[in-house]
């Protein structure tokens, strides 16, 4: 279920940790949530949608949802990993996560539109740690 408040979100730097800026679509955000790029380069909450790049970890909560895309910007890290909810039964032999919403994440062929958020490096039952890194999921 798609984030309706802030998230803390459990973070293992690494050395690649980075923090960013970029205009937000018209849209609230919530801190902790999966944060992505859409088809016009704009920062939104990730969803199961079609072309959407998942560049990281929301840093805040901006509303800009009563105003145009671009309006405002906010503030996300990349580079790190993260603990995420999944939705499916991620095992061992997991190398991939996809995106259901801003907050969970699943294996392939079980979301619509398979968007690529990163590679799990540890799972338990319900958690996943996986690798969000902007340089490799913007890659064309």
């Given at each position: 279920m798609a984030l309706t408040k802030d998230r803390n979100t459990r973070i293992r730097a690494q050395g690649t940790n980075r923090h960013r800026r970029r205009k937000?679509?018209?849209?609230?955000?919530?801190?902790?949530?999966?944060?992505?790029i859409n088809a016009?380069?704009?920062?939104t909450p990730a969803t199961d949608t079609a072309g959407l790049k998942v560049v990281g970890i929301f840093d805040e909560t901006v509303d800009n949802s009563a105003g145009a895309a671009g309006d405002k910007e906010a503030s996300y890290t990349t580079g790190v990993e993260v603990e995420l909810d999944h939705a499916a039964a991620i095992v061992q032999a997991t190398l991939q996560?996809?995106?259901v919403d801003d907050q969970t994440v699943t294996t392939a062929g079980v979301a619509v539109n398979d968007v690529p958020v990163g590679n799990v490096a540890e799972f338990t039952a319900a958690k996943a740690w996986v690798f969000i890194d902007e340089a490799v999921n913007l890659k064309p």
């Open positions: 937000l679509a018209a849209v609230k955000c919530f801190k902790g949530g999966i944060a992505a016009a380069g704009y920062l996560a996809y995106v």
